[in-house]
């Protein structure tokens, strides 16, 4: 039996509580499949560990996460804490230590879940989003000049590399093409008259490697009015990482919103840890309350298994938030239920196990 070593980091709000169901459920899977054993180990980091030590992980945490094989986050960020040092000291410090180039986002609008446009089902919401993780805009780069003066500057930098752009657009044309699948891909190539012309000749130049793969480029503005209303058109997206952050959060209002959002931060030669988590945030409004939904939390600890190689196992998590969507028994407010967070990680498992004594009888 092979034992991997998840690090959980429950972090804020809401973060807890659906970690805790997540938690559950990966330990039901793994008991109910026997292939594998989890182990997982506990790190209080977050704003409430930064308010009492000044510091959002311990100052050798980087260190301490290397042994493990993946990461499990439940969400950053709560009043009192600026955002830029929630998500700059923890989050985006993960993902840049560890290189975990590759950020994952599947956008499928699954039987029972609601949508916000007309039409709108499973076969014409199916998309996966591919977004570059490490650098772009997101690269920290920049300069605050003349501070509280008149002329006061401040420079913003987007970062592409050579290497950074050309190895995501490799990254998701393997993906589209052992999927069988069009790819995507989105930028803003008229008016970023560097990054984005750049963006778009490494698009061209890799697509002329995979001839099988038919491709579509779109600009940014026009992909969010396509996603709308032909959200068909979008099988593998790849785009950077300040237009896949803001599209895969309109993605999620097509697949049935924040609840049923997750992602993955990929380091695909797995020379260090890749983390998974929902990515709804840690929506301090309803913390504590009971009811925030596990759902995404539960689609990511999907990932993580597709992750370790045992696809099957995560193809059966998300068939159990289907049903679980579908009966309507068993929801939290955000998808019209009246059920606690716990009450629909219970009604997960239950399911999980349903579904695991059918397929060992078969």
């Given at each position: 039996?092979?034992?991997?070593?998840?690090?959980?980091?429950?972090?804020?709000?809401?973060?807890?509580?659906?970690?805790?169901?997540?938690?559950?459920?990966?330990?039901?899977?793994?008991?109910?499949?026997?292939?594998?054993?989890?182990?997982?180990?506990?790190?209080?980091?977050?704003?409430?560990?930064?308010?009492?030590?000044?510091?959002?992980?311990?100052?050798?945490?980087?260190?301490?996460?290397?042994?493990?094989?993946?990461?499990?986050?439940?969400?950053?960020?709560?009043?009192?804490?600026?955002?830029?040092?929630?998500?700059?000291?923890?989050?985006?410090?993960?993902?840049?230590?560890?290189?975990?180039?590759?950020?994952?986002?599947?956008?499928?609008?699954?039987?029972?879940?609601?949508?916000?446009?007309?039409?709108?089902?499973?076969?014409?919401?199916?998309?996966?989003?591919?977004?570059?993780?490490?650098?772009?805009?997101?690269?920290?780069?920049?300069?605050?000049?003349?501070?509280?003066?008149?002329?006061?500057?401040?420079?913003?930098?987007?970062?592409?590399?050579?290497?950074?752009?050309?190895?995501?657009?490799?990254?998701?044309?393997?993906?589209?093409?052992?999927?069988?699948?069009?790819?995507?891909?989105?930028?803003?190539?008229?008016?970023?008259?560097?990054?984005?012309?750049?963006?778009?000749?490494?698009?061209?130049?890799?697509?002329?490697?995979?001839?099988?793969?038919?491709?579509?480029?779109?600009?940014?503005?026009?992909?969010?009015?396509?996603?709308?209303?032909?959200?068909?058109?979008?099988?593998?997206?790849?785009?950077?990482?300040?237009?896949?952050?803001?599209?895969?959060?309109?993605?999620?209002?097509?697949?049935?919103?924040?609840?049923?959002?997750?992602?993955?931060?990929?380091?695909?030669?797995?020379?260090?840890?890749?983390?998974?988590?929902?990515?709804?945030?840690?929506?301090?409004?309803?913390?504590?309350?009971?009811?925030?939904?596990p759902l995404a939390a539960i689609w990511s600890a999907s990932q993580l298994f597709d992750f370790?190689?045992?696809?099957?196992?995560?193809?059966?998590?998300?068939?159990?938030?289907?049903?679980?969507?579908?009966?309507?028994?068993?929801?939290?407010?955000?998808?019209?239920?009246?059920?606690?967070?716990?009450?629909?990680?219970?009604?997960?498992?239950?399911?999980?196990?349903?579904?695991?004594?059918?397929?060992?009888?078969?």
């Amino acid at each position: 039996m092979d034992t991997f070593k998840v690090a959980v980091i429950p972090g804020d709000g809401i973060g807890p509580e659906v970690i805790d169901e997540g938690v559950k459920i990966m330990k039901k899977a793994a008991e109910l499949d026997g292939r594998l054993q989890l182990e997982f180990t506990y790190f209080p980091w977050g704003c409430e560990f930064y308010l009492k030590n000044g510091k959002m992980m311990d100052e050798d945490g980087i260190e301490q996460l290397k042994s493990f094989d993946a990461i499990y986050l439940g969400a950053v960020g709560y009043p009192g804490v600026p955002d830029h040092i929630s998500l700059w000291d923890l989050l985006l410090k993960i993902r840049k230590e560890f290189d975990q180039y590759v950020n994952i986002r599947p956008i499928t609008l699954l039987n029972g879940a609601p949508c916000p446009i007309t039409g709108g089902n499973k076969e014409n919401i199916d998309m996966l989003f591919i977004r570059e993780n490490s650098e772009g805009e997101y690269a920290g780069a920049g300069d605050w000049l003349f501070k509280g003066k008149p002329e006061e500057v401040v420079l913003q930098t987007g970062v592409f590399s050579r290497k950074g752009t050309e190895r995501i657009i490799r990254y998701a044309f393997e993906t589209a093409s052992n999927a069988g699948k069009t790819l995507t891909s989105i930028s803003k190539g008229n008016a970023l008259n560097y990054s984005m012309v750049f963006w778009d000749q490494v698009f061209e130049q890799v697509s002329k490697e995979y001839p099988q793969v038919q491709t579509y480029s779109y600009l940014v503005d026009a992909a969010a009015m396509y996603m709308i209303k032909d959200p068909a058109r979008f099988e593998v997206v790849v785009t950077s990482n300040l237009f896949g952050d803001i599209l895969t959060d309109l993605g999620a209002a097509l697949g049935g919103g924040m609840g049923l959002a997750a992602g993955a931060n990929i380091n695909p030669e797995r020379m260090f840890p890749s983390m998974f988590e929902p990515i709804h945030g840690s929506a301090p409004d309803i913390a504590g309350k009971g009811i925030a939904n596990p759902l995404a939390a539960i689609w990511s600890a999907s990932q993580l298994f597709d992750f370790l190689g045992f696809n099957d196992i995560g193809e059966n998590l998300i068939s159990c938030i289907e049903k679980t969507l579908e009966e309507k028994r068993v929801l939290t407010p955000d998808l019209g239920g009246s059920a606690s967070t716990s009450e629909v990680g219970a009604r997960v498992a239950e399911i999980l196990t349903e579904m695991a004594k059918v397929q060992s009888s078969i």
